[in-house]
């Protein structure tokens, strides 16, 4: 009798490592998708099929393998924790982890369930972003522009004589005036900032600054001279 007791538990054993057919048949269908990332970023991002219902030999498949671990090492601590708890979150998405040799990886695991909703995989991706490092440093050098002092406010773009209205009216608006009762200094600040900003290379400006102001030509080109 104490054979025939043995006997079946080591074969219920057997039945419960081996899992149902339909455990199996999600192992192999997320095998697939572990290879085909995986290959699709060799050397970038590593791709970890783990088996839940064997913990201690969890690793089923690795592609792009960055950690160094082999098929049939253990879970991580994440696997256990989804093993032990059903209600544990089916996707932990882009938490910072690290490689054994130091190097900062991005990962993202998620939970694979069957009918009865018992996790019985996990995909898990590691993302060296080390790799970025560099590149982000070049980057960032190449888009850093220096801190100084500049003679004047450079725009990239022509001016155009609409614009040279706008930029006077709001010289007198913001003064309370129109640009016809401004003082002789308001004036004259202004038509020197106007020159300045590159306004005054704008075809016919000398002309739209004369008819707004209400002075001549030659009072426009004694602002220029006067001190």
Known sequence: MTDRTSDRTTEKQRQETAGTPEDELLLREAEKIVVAIGRMFPGLCEVVLHDLRNPDQSIRAIESNLSGREVGEPTTELGLARIQDPGFPDIVQNYANRFPDGRPAK?????????????????????DVSLFGSVARSLNNLVRTDEQQQPLTETLR???????RTVIEEFAAARGQTPRSLGTPAKKELVRT???????????????VT?????????VYNYLRSP
Not at 211 to 219: F, K, M, P, Q, Y
Request: proline share 0%; glycine share 10%; charged share 15%.
């Open 211 to 219: 008819e707004l102001l209400g002075v001549s030509r030659a009072t």
């Open 107 to 127: 990962s993202t695991s998620i939970g694979i369930k069957n009918g009865a909703g018992q996790y019985v995989a996990a995909i898990c991706l590691n993302l």
């Open 194 to 208: 106007l020159k300045t900003s590159g306004f005054l290379q704008v075809k016919h400006s000398v002309q739209v």
């Open 158 to 164: 022509a001016r155009a004589a609409a614009e040279l």
